[in-house]
């Protein structure tokens, strides 16, 4: 009877042992997993947004190429059909501004804007003067874009910004 006794308590340890090294297992795996998705979910959503903002870029540089002499840049008339045509399939565009550069001064020459600006946004200062595209992430009423300036050349001379 006493050497049942001893093996019931013994079986009981090991499975009491096992019990835990089995649940520590467990844990550690659900861990790794989690830390991973958790890592994955962060990579996967910094490449979306690189992505958009190079497709942002993309459309402002081909907008820009669009424009292509001084009558085009100083007239909003036509400035507004180009507008309609680059907004109108794309509802994720809220604006745009296109503004003439004269001796270093910006002149507001149309826009199409959900907000009303006070004057030319920080990424059209950069880019008149770094001369390239500029993308600036914004968070605003729970949500996230892109605003994005790009240069106007015309003959190769810097004429102009537009701001999508």
Known sequence: MRTRWTQVVKLGLLRSLQAKATLLVIAIVAGVLALSTFFNVRVSERALERDLRDHAIALARQ???DINSWEELNSPEQLQAMIDQVMEPR????????????????TLITSRDEK??????????QVVLKNRPVAVLREELGGRQWDVAAPVHIG???GGVHHL
């Not at 009303?116 to 200062?125: A, L, N, R």
Request: proline letters at 6%.
């Open 63 to 65: 907008f820009a190429a």
């Open 91 to 106: 509802s994720s565009i809220v604006g745009v501004e296109v503004y003439a550069v004269t001796e270093g001064v910006l």
């Open 116 to 125: 009303v600006s006070d004057g030319p946004s920080p990424e059209v200062s």
């Open 156 to 158: 190769g001379v810097f």
